[in-house]
């Protein structure tokens, strides 16, 4: 099986279910990520909460075991394509996972690329299907309905590249793969991974770490 995350229209800026855009919900004490390169305050992309089995964790002793907790996830829009916002250890994105009880809304920065232009809901669904590309044939009957298909959770990642699965900078082992997302619905739902990119995020729940990148 295979998990699909599928566009789910609108919905608030700090709802506590998958979605993107809006603004994070995180832990007391946050300090909003900045750009290596640049210097600037980093979009917020993701808030991924992990539910019994989020992130395979069943397969992977090392992923986030639905415990509770909660992936959020950043990156550099300020410039795109100038910072290194693609790169897992490049210091353009930037990915959490926190424990989800506690979490509130922090202050957004004044400046800066820092949002979305909506907030996009994901549902998930499952699809008979033994990986992602097998399950977008599967469940999207034509061109529109694929587009609502925007990743999936947990599973193996469907890469376009090669893999670059992360080390966990915490043990060194390799981190767990947790979901993979498309670009966006559409302009207002959309970050730049370079035009038709894909994301991937993983996790490391020993050291409760995370890591994103994303390729084209």
């Known amino acids: 099986m295979t998990t699909?995350?599928?566009?789910a229209g609108e919905t608030g800026a700090q709802a506590p279910g998958p979605?993107?855009?809006g603004v994070p919900l995180v832990p007391p004490g946050f300090v909003w990520p900045t750009c290596r390169a640049c210097g600037g305050a980093l979009l917020f992309l993701l808030h991924l909460p992990l539910g019994e089995g989020g992130g395979d964790g069943d397969r992977d002793e090392g992923g986030a075991r639905g415990r509770g907790d909660v992936v959020s996830v950043f990156l550099c829009q300020n410039d795109p394509g100038m910072c290194d916002e693609w790169d897992a250890t490049g210091g353009a994105n930037r990915a959490y996972l926190f424990a989800a009880e506690g979490l509130a809304a922090p202050a957004v920065p004044a400046h800066?690329?820092?949002r979305l232009g909506a907030v996009s809901a994901l549902r998930t669904e499952e699809v008979d299907a033994a990986g992602f590309p097998e399950a977008l044939d599967a469940w999207a009957d034509d061109d529109a309905a694929s587009l609502l298909v925007q990743g999936q959770l947990g599973g193996e990642p469907a890469w376009i590249q090669g893999d670059e699965t992360p080390h966990c900078p915490g043990c060194a082992e390799r981190m767990a793969f947790t979901a993979q997302l498309e670009e966006g619905y559409d302009f207002?739902?959309?970050a730049n991974f370079?035009?038709?990119?894909?994301g991937y995020v993983f996790t490391c729940a020993r050291c409760r770490d995370a890591a994103f990148l994303w390729q084209r």
């Open 19 to 21: 979605r993107t855009g």
């Open 194 to 198: 370079g035009g038709g990119g894909i």
């Open 188 to 190: 207002s739902t959309s």
């Open 4 to 7: 699909l995350l599928i566009h």
């Open 112 to 114: 800066g690329e820092t």
